[in-house]
């Protein structure tokens, strides 16, 4: 699927039924959930860290993009990566090596992951735009807004929405929004929202109906499914 066709599935929904995006960390768990019938999956950064025992924020860039890469190959759904804060690439290399992994999306964040502090605005709203301009419509571009998560107030960040918009984002997402604020940061962008769920399944109609277009989980179904593991393990453990 191109990325024109994943931009489509995020527009024209009905009210209340969000595009959900499963979370796969492998080729294996993107198998599982594409035979679901998930209609595409998006790579959450921490899951894929944590299934290579390392931190959040951790993994190289180079393998970050080779389990993208294993990811899609595993898969005929389209597929978005979460690429942090991009990795300090420049924007043509950025968008070569998104492209090479065969995903149609990525996830960009405004935290510097390096210092773990919010970017300026105007400044991750040119970054996007480069992005923007070196990838044209080959890429669904998320922008992740991280206010919420570095303590910053609702105007910073319906303020970023306004210009990640302008940027040329596809979409925004504002993690760990307030559920009620998600409407506001919508109509400040213009776009469909992401917002970052509970794996569970009244959330994507509670959520949609409260101005959420786009529904991810982080890494909630990976730790679903390690909570899954570890009771396999403790019932066949044998002493």
């Not at 190289?60 to 080779?66: C, H, I, L, R, S």
Request: glycine share 10%.
């Amino acid at each position: 699927m191109t990325a024109a066709a994943f931009r489509a599935l995020h527009h024209g929904r009905p009210a209340g039924d969000p595009l959900v995006l499963a979370g796969p960390w492998d080729a294996g768990s993107a198998r599982a959930f594409a035979d679901a019938g998930f209609a595409a999956l998006a790579t959450p950064s921490a899951a894929v860290a944590a299934s290579l025992g390392v931190a959040d924020g951790d993994v190289p860039a180079a393998e970050m993009f080779a389990a993208v890469a294993r990811v899609v190959r595993a898969v005929d759904v389209p597929v978005s990566a979460d690429l942090e804060d991009g990795y300090g690439l420049p924007a043509r290399e950025l968008v070569e090596r998104i492209l090479e992994t065969g995903a149609v999306g990525c996830n960009l964040e405004d935290t510097d992951r390096t210092t773990g502090r919010l970017l300026d605005p105007r400044e991750q709203a040119d970054r996007l735009a480069d992005v923007r301009a070196e990838a044209g419509d080959a890429l669904f571009l998320n922008a992740r807004i991280d206010s919420w998560l570095r303590g910053a107030s609702d105007e910073d960040a319906r303020e970023r929405a306004r210009l990640y918009a302008a940027a040329g984002a596809d979409c925004v997402y504002p993690i760990l929004a307030p559920e009620g604020a998600l409407a506001a940061i919508g109509a400040a962008a213009g776009l469909p929202v992401n917002a970052m769920a509970e794996p569970e399944s009244s959330a994507p109609h509670r959520l949609g109906r409260l101005g959420a277009d786009r529904i991810t989980f982080g890494k909630g179904m990976f730790l679903r499914s390690m909570t899954a593991a570890g009771a396999i393990a403790a019932e066949l453990h044998v002493g």
